[in-house]
């Protein structure tokens, strides 16, 4: 039975990775979308990197959870 | 062991809150009248390693919370009285300086133009100066020149008189001294033919001849 | 518990080890007092940010010397930040989120000397840092707005049905802050390092320890980023929790 519940944990962790797939998108986004905006008007650029900063920490926090949840599967039950 | 040291787990974690680790925790256990296994293995898993997230051991919060106070509270006392005036006044007297460098910049600049005008009047000063010098050195020489020419042209004509004169007198001479030699030759011509030279007439003829020759 | 202790065809890997608190002069009990390697580095962060921000100034210098340009820029920085962010009123708070970005940088930067303790990784520490901001912003938000605070959640320019609506997902928007605020940090840094430790645990075998060595050296370079974006990050969002509270206009 113990097994069972390893191989609940270990799968959990797995799965709790794919949702870093979405935090990668979502940071690819907004770096992506703040380069296209950039080349179209570099004038604009420099003031919005704070910004960039901001939307890409918003988005990479959710990977971070997910990487949280699958350590707190590996390690902490 | 592993599947010990997971049913344990929880145990332990719970007994951490209350009473403090390892002898202490197994002590509890025990006295609790818990299971000795359970009691031996909570000992070592807590000798051996914290449990799973060393980041979850509760037991070690009170410690870094404390100390992470202290820390910032250093940080923040060294940064409000020593560090942060000392740069933002480092920074503000380099703005100072450089202001004021820019303004004396300034001033010398206007030193220099204010120079360079006084340098281009002496200089057009000078050349105006000069010019008048030249003038009146070229009239001075002028003037001189103008007695000069005017001396010699008075010589010129002095002594182009006294040499008229003097050739009116040699042609005088000279014409008299024809004059004579023709009234002789007449003379002797007219004796020679035997004739008597009267000395009224033979001057008239050859005044005369004389006439149209000699002028 | 389970992994740590495992053994996978020779590979012994411990990346959480790292993260354990333990008391520096023997001894296995953790009083609140006790001297651990927390508590080590915390302090050499502390000498870390002395050194540079007091002793690399201490020429006073028109014409900066190194450490000096470094902390000037790093003053420059913070504080241009703050005043872009928050407005002229946010420099009176200037000094304390100088004091969070020093710290979480020197923090950060120090974690990654080689057998050092990562102090930003701890959700303790972290967790206390998001709740001083968050606490403190809050208070400042009612001490200074009163209860037009409140207006931070209704959102005025939205449809009346959909207010209430947004005025809860506002509320829990706004407690989540200091969660998300603390474990990005947190998780970021656990991140790197148990990853370096997974791939240093690869260098046990000869085969794979070229390419152990060459994921340590990437990742490493990505950590170097990352200490400074996280730093820079945690910096930013508490001007931007700060802009909230002086100016809480929806």
Redesign the interface.
């Given at each position: 039975m113990?097994n069972l519940?390893?191989l609940g944990?270990y799968l959990g962790a797995g799965l709790a990775c794919i949702g870093m797939a979405g935090a990668a998108m979502g940071v690819g986004n907004v770096a992506g979308n703040y380069l296209s905006g950039a080349l179209r008007n570099p004038s604009a650029a420099a003031s919005q990197t704070?910004t960039l900063?901001?939307g890409?920490?918003?988005a990479?926090?959710l990977g971070?959870?997910s990487?949280?949840v699958a350590?707190?599967l590996?390690?902490?039950? | 062991m592993i599947s010990l040291l997971q049913q344990t787990a929880p145990v332990v974690v719970e007994e951490s809150e209350t009473v403090i680790i390892t002898e202490h925790g197994a002590e509890a256990a025990a006295a609790h009248g818990a299971d000795a296994a359970h009691a031996a293995a909570g000992a070592a898993g807590h000798a051996a390693s914290a449990p799973g997230m060393p980041q979850l051991d509760i037991t070690t919060f009170g410690n870094q919370i404390f100390w992470l106070l202290v820390v910032l509270a250093v940080i923040y006392w060294v940064l409000s009285r020593v560090a942060l005036p000392r740069i933002g006044g480092v920074i503000s007297d380099r703005q100072g300086a450089i202001t004021g460098d820019l303004m004396a910049a300034e001033e010398f600049k206007q030193k220099a133009k204010d120079a360079e005008a006084a340098y281009d009047k002496a200089l057009a000063d000078a050349r105006a100066e000069a010019s008048k010098i030249v003038a009146a050195n070229k009239a001075e020489i002028q003037k001189e020149l103008d007695a000069a020419i005017a001396h010699a042209d008075a010589e010129i004509a002095a002594r182009a008189v006294e040499s008229e004169k003097r050739i009116g007198e040699i042609r005088a001479s000279a014409v008299e001294d024809a004059r004579s030699v023709a009234r002789e030759v007449t003379e002797a011509l007219v004796q020679s033919f035997g004739g008597n030279a009267d000395q009224g007439l033979i001057n008239a003829a050859v005044d005369q001849r004389l006439k149209g020759a000699l002028q | 518990m389970a992994v740590t202790e495992e053994k996978v065809e020779g590979l012994v890997f411990h990346p959480m080890d790292q993260f354990t608190v333990k008391p520096l002069f023997g001894g296995t009990e953790i009083h609140w007092f006790t001297p651990t390697n927390a508590t080590l580095w915390m302090a050499l962060t502390a000498l870390a940010v002395i050194a540079l921000l007091v002793f690399g100034t201490r020429g006073r210098a028109i014409i900066p010397s190194r450490s000096q340009s470094i902390a000037e820029l790093m003053y420059g920085m913070v504080r241009k930040m703050v005043e872009d962010i928050t407005g002229k009123e946010g420099l009176k708070y200037f000094p304390y989120i100088m004091t969070l970005f020093c710290f979480i940088l020197f923090a950060n930067a120090l974690a990654l000397l080689p057998m050092s303790f990562s102090s930003t990784s701890q959700i303790a520490v972290t967790a206390v840092l998001a709740m001083m901001v968050f606490v403190g912003v809050t208070v400042l938000g009612f001490v200074k707005n009163g209860t037009h605070f409140l207006g931070l959640f209704w959102v005025s320019s939205a449809p009346a049905l959909m207010r209430p609506v947004l005025a809860v997902i506002e509320l829990i928007s706004y407690f989540v802050r200091p969660v998300s605020h603390s474990i990005r940090l947190a998780g970021n840094i656990m991140a790197g390092h148990a990853v370096m430790k997974v791939f240093a645990a690869f260098g046990a075998v000869a085969a794979l320890a070229p390419v152990s060595i060459l994921a340590i050296v990437g990742v490493y370079a990505l950590e170097v980023l990352v200490v400074t974006i996280q730093a820079y990050v945690f910096t930013i969002l508490t001007c931007v929790y700060l802009k909230d509270a002086l100016h809480p206009s929806h």
């Open positions: 113990e519940g390893q944990q704070a900063f901001i890409m920490a918003f990479e926090a971070i959870f990487f949280l350590l707190l590996l390690f902490a039950v | - | -």
